[in-house]
């Protein structure tokens, strides 16, 4: 059996956090051989229900499980974390700006980055669950100096994950089969889910579909799809939110497969001329624990146009919490 790895998760007692603990702890997301000790992070008022938490942890005597911690101190929670998911965070409260949204979670993911500066594996590798997650990854990043600012990232996943299952609906093929989607910027309404690469068995699908159809029905749904659930369920997205938590990091750390890519949202390189620095959702592809952006697509100009709109967004956020970074 491997050593066990250290997964340090945020916001453990909420709904996406109460999910993410239990399939970790199954080996979910880094394999059945993979032991793992879980950190769990929560606000002091939450430490009671975190308790609740890890006796069920106990109760449920995962093999894989070879310790658990639940506290209320970042710098313990992330102490020597291989894997850090930041999922707790400030919810946008009646009449709250977006500004003032940006600036009550800086005040959660700074600290939270010094932590991961002073304590964490030198390797950790970081995924932002949180809202505004690209512009809290910056946030935490930027408090980071001793990282890699790559080894940032922030939740793409579930939205590409819901493209994959809208473009499944309307072409008849399942939703495994189809590789190569890609969602572009921001974890947000200006999204760009894009699936002009998008194939299945080796047929692109792009074709097939109306362009009606992809602009006016397809992009709106996956933007909007989590309003879609609060309105049907009376409560956020929670097990698909945790589930794409997983895929993530899997993909991440343990690879994709050959011919399809994944999308993450990292640090911009600058690549198809998005602002470098930004935490900008690209396809990537993932080999030996690393992530690269696939570069070289072709830039139509709709897809110009929709890649730029959701650039502006993220460089507005970065705007409003400058004198955080
Ligand atoms: P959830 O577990 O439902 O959501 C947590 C965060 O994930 C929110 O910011 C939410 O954003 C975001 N999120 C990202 N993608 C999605 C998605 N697709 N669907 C739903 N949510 C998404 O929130 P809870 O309120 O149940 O739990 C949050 C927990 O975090 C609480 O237990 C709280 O105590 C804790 N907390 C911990 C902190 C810490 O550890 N320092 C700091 C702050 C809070 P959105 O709000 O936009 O839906």
């Known amino acids: ?33 993979q032991p793992v000790v879980l950190q769990l992070l929560e606000i002091t008022p939450a430490l009671g229900a975190l308790e609740g938490v890890v006796m069920e942890l106990k109760d449920a005597a995962f093999p894989l499980l070879a310790d658990v911690v639940a506290t209320d101190d970042a710098n313990v929670a992330f102490k020597d974390a291989d894997y850090a998911l930041l999922v707790g965070a400030k919810p946008r409260g009646p009449g709250m700006e977006r ?28 995924l932002v669950v949180g809202n505004p997650a690209n512009t809290n990854a910056l946030i935490a990043q930027a408090a980071a100096p001793d990282l ?56 692109g699908l792009a074709a097939g579909v109306d362009t009606g159809w992809y602009r006016d029905s397809f992009i709106p749904a996956v933007q909007q799809r989590g309003a879609a659930i609060i309105k049907a369920r009376g409560a956020s997205s929670a097990a698909s939110a945790a589930s794409s938590a997983i895929d993530h990091i899997r993909s991440w ?32 592809v993932c080999e030996g624990g690393n992530y690269r952006i696939v570069e070289g697509l072709d830039v139509d100009e709709f897809s110009r146009e929709r890649m730029d709109a959701t650039e502006a967004e993220l460089r507005e956020e970065r705007e409003a919490v400058a004198s955080l970074l």
């Open 253 to 284: 750390a343990l690879g994709t497969p050959d011919g399809d890519w994944v999308s993450m949202a990292v640090p911009s390189t600058g690549a198809y001329g998005i602002e470098p620095g930004i935490i900008y959702s690209y396809p990537c």
């Open 99 to 126: 500004a003032d949204l940006l600036a009550e979670n800086g005040k959660i993911f700074g600290p939270q980055g010094r932590a991961l500066n002073d304590h964490a594996s030198r390797d950790v590798k970081v």
């Open 1 to 33: 059996m491997k050593q066990p790895v250290r997964v340090a998760i945020t916001g453990a007692a909420g709904q996406i956090g109460y999910q993410l603990c239990f399939r970790i702890a199954a080996g979910d997301m880094l394999g059945p051989d």
């Open 148 to 203: 890699d600012p790559r080894n940032f990232t922030a939740m793409t996943r579930l939205d590409h994950n819901r493209a994959l299952a809208q473009l499944a609906e309307k072409t008849g093929r399942h939703h495994a089969s189809i590789k190569k989607m890609i969602i572009w910027g921001n974890h947000s309404s200006t999204q760009y889910p894009d699936i002009r690469f998008a194939e299945s068995e080796g047929e």
